[in-house]
């Protein structure tokens, strides 16, 4: 909720995080000359400098702690980020919109018994290993609902990261406050004209690797690859919200109401 809602939100002590790149670096020495920077454990808000990938780091770095998180772009694409501006930080963050994410959970088990467990901020994908398809059994809430899905892989996304992988491989964008996720099939060749599902965003999706050892497959919870899986489960944390922040007017439903409208 905004400051001019009715909650007053006090961002004195704020966090500069840099990407590393010459434009990020140049970027947090000039910020930190103007507004100090205070250590992130100790920070009122998070001020990120760089791309997505940068922001998605972050994200996940600060899942426990709950502060929220300003990007501004010193990147490529910048969904998640807000213009690079210098003047009136405090202003801004003052003013600025709240989004609330929640994370997905996915647990792996691989051919050899091993368990791993991951979070993503975007999705959580099943691709296959090598030049052979994966073979995939779907179930929701325990109860099967494709036996055999032949194709390059799986993904299940949040509604942040709808706009993402999801959207290239043909998924449906979701507005940020949507209570579903979909469930997108990767180049499906059997049933081949499969397009995936909506699912609650409470759904407990399994996925059991058919032929693993013949047709390996890893799983892949954002940036995190866990190779040679033979049962993953997904699930949303509604426990854990993660706040972005942006500027008036282009919070992330805005964006992604922008992205179904191609611009």
Not at 63 to 77: H, L, Q, T
Not at 115 to 144: G, H, M, P, S
Not at 225 to 230: D, G, S, T
Request: glycine share 8%; hydrophobic share 40%; aromatic share 4%.
């Amino acid at each position: 909720m905004a400051a001019g809602n009715g909650t007053s939100r006090r961002f004195e002590r704020i966090a500069f995080l840099s990407s590393g790149t010459p434009a990020a670096e140049e970027a947090r020495e000039r910020l930190t000359q103007l507004y100090g920077n205070a250590e992130p454990k100790h920070a009122d808000v998070l001020v990120a400098l760089g791309g997505d990938g940068l922001m998605l780091q972050t994200l996940h770095q600060f899942m426990s702690e709950a502060k929220p998180i300003f990007g501004m772009n010193r990147g490529s694409v910048g969904f998640l980020m807000n213009e690079y501006q210098e003047d009136d930080l405090k202003a801004r963050l003052e003013a600025a919109e709240a989004s609330v994410v929640h994370p997905l959970v996915m647990t792996t088990t691989d051919v050899e018994g091993r368990k791993e467990r991951a979070t993503a901020i975007n999705e959580v994908a099943l691709l296959r290993q090598t030049y052979q398809t994966a073979k995939l059994r779907i179930c929701v809430d325990r109860q099967e609902r494709l036996g055999q899905l032949v194709a390059d892989g799986l993904l299940v996304a949040t509604p942040a990261g709808s706009t993402a992988y999801n959207l290239s491989v043909g998924g449906p964008i979701l507005p940020l406050d949507a209570t579903l996720l979909p469930l997108t099939p990767i180049s499906a060749f059997r049933p081949r004209r499969w397009q995936g599902a909506l699912l609650s965003d409470k759904s407990h999706v399994e996925i059991d690797v058919l032929e693993p050892l013949q047709r390996p497959v890893a799983a892949t919870a954002d940036n995190l690859e866990i190779r040679n899986v033979a049962h993953v489960s997904i699930a949303m944390d509604h426990a854990i919200g993660l706040v972005l922040l942006h500027d008036p007017g282009h919070s992330m439903n805005e964006r992604i109401l922008r992205e179904q409208f191609g611009y």
